[in-house]
């Protein structure tokens, strides 16, 4: 389980069992740092988890300017699919 939250101020992805555990990726942009979304198995968006083949992650880290310049604004992109397609 993923959840995005706080730490520092600064909104970022953590993996979630009952309790946060260690931020993996952030700080995430403010406006798109975060999303996930189903396809089918043309690769087309769908609202529908049950219609869905797929999942798809994007996360977007925000340029951090307290970080350093070694820390440039990143983009991940994961797909994931079914189990046995």
């Known amino acids: ?25 952030g700080p ?17 968006e769908v609202a529908t988890p049950a219609l869905a083949t797929r999942v798809g992650v994007r996360v977007i880290t925000a340029p951090a300017t307290a970080l350093g310049a070694s820390n440039r604004q990143d983009t991940l992109i994961l797909t994931f699919g079914g189990r046995n397609r």
């Open 28 to 44: 995430l942009d403010g406006v798109s740092g975060f999303r996930a979304w189903y396809e089918d198995a043309a690769g087309v």
């Open 1 to 25: 389980i993923f959840e995005v939250a706080p730490d520092a101020g600064a909104p970022w992805l953590f993996r979630a069992d009952g309790a946060l555990g260690e931020p993996l990726a």
